[in-house]
């Protein structure tokens, strides 16, 4: 099988060419495992399969799997390498593309330099969804509500023209500890963790937490969870537990469910750029239920070759 390593922002993953690469679909899962092994395969944080469609309003589909083999709805760090794979490939001319992931639709704008390859990727992620039953949240397995879900009017801004049964800044308590947390989907569920003040967010346990968050009997799905904080209205820091992966150096949708989260606290203005160990994703967001999160971020090949699988 052949491949290109890639990553955005140090969120690597292992990207095929389905139209050559015919793999069986229940093969996929193993395959995903052994790629990913950074010991005993190439190293990965998963594998994306680059399809190609009938849909004549669609330019290609990612296929994406974690590390563990599970099936992902969405990767914001993946869909940027997708765009660029096809494009510096010439599998496309295009520098606008849509790309589908699980059945939704991406709008993606390329910046090409002078070499004619893609060197920044921006991607419309598309709306927010914050409806816990949407997300998937079990509200009842939280503590008790914050003022902020009661009166949880979301449509520009906390000014309650649009009534939604969201999770923001809401106690939950995980390893014997009450955190808040804010409930985001962005096609893949996030919860976000502003962490207190006597934390360190490069010293904070991830590797003991995170795998808490994830398989908490509140999240149906298991969820990606961030532990952020904020440097100034502009500015955060975040650190992620991918699920089915671990700690990853960056996670595009995390950036933007973290934004919408520090939006929705009143943390930061409406552009926030976003600190991950891998680099800076910037992602903005008008405040407005209905309206798109905007990702931008680099996209990387690292090194193709040829693997036995």
């Known amino acids: 099988m052949k491949f290109t390593k890639m990553h955005g922002c140090g969120n690597d993953y292992v990207y095929v060419d389905g139209a050559k690469e015919i793999i069986p679909a229940e093969k996929k899962p193993e395959i995903a495992r052994f790629v990913s092994d950074r010991h005993f395969g190439i190293g990965s944080d998963g594998i994306i399969f680059i399809n190609p469609v009938e849909d004549e309003d669609v330019d290609f589909e990612m296929e994406m799997y974690n590390a563990d083999g599970s099936r992902s709805e969405m990767c914001g760090n993946g ?41 920044s990727v921006k991607v419309d992620m ?66 976000v963790v502003f962490l207190p003040d006597d934390m360190d967010l490069t010293t904070f346990d991830i590797e003991k937490i995170g795998p808490k968050f994830e398989n908490h009997k509140a999240f149906p799905r298991r969820t990606n969870t961030e532990f952020v904080k904020v440097d100034d209205r502009g500015n955060v820091h975040m650190r992620v537990w991918e699920r089915g992966t671990g700690e990853t150096l960056a996670c595009g949708t995390g950036c933007c469910a973290t934004t919408v989260a520090c939006i929705l606290n009143g943390h930061t203005d409406n552009t926030v750029a976003v600190h991950v160990l891998g680099g800076v994703v910037t992602c903005s967001w008008d405040g407005d239920l209905g309206s798109s999160v905007i990702m931008q971020g680099p996209a990387t090949t690292v090194f193709e070759g040829e693997i036995e699988v």
């Open 126 to 191: 598309g709306a927010p969804i914050l409806e816990a039953e949407l997300v998937p949240v079990d509200k009842s397995c939280l503590l008790e509500k914050t003022e902020k879900n009661q009166n949880a009017g979301i449509a520009g801004g906390l000014d309650g023209s649009v009534k939604v049964d969201a999770c923001i800044d809401t106690p939950i308590e995980v390893d014997g500890r009450v955190w808040n947390i804010t409930c985001v989907s962005m096609g893949n569920p996030h919860a």
């Open 79 to 119: 869909i940027r390498c997708v765009a660029k794979y096809v494009y510096d490939k010439g599998l496309t001319s295009k520098k606008n593309l849509v790309i589908v992931s699980a059945g939704k639709k991406k709008y993606i704008d390329l910046t090409v330099d002078d070499s004619n390859k893609v060197s």
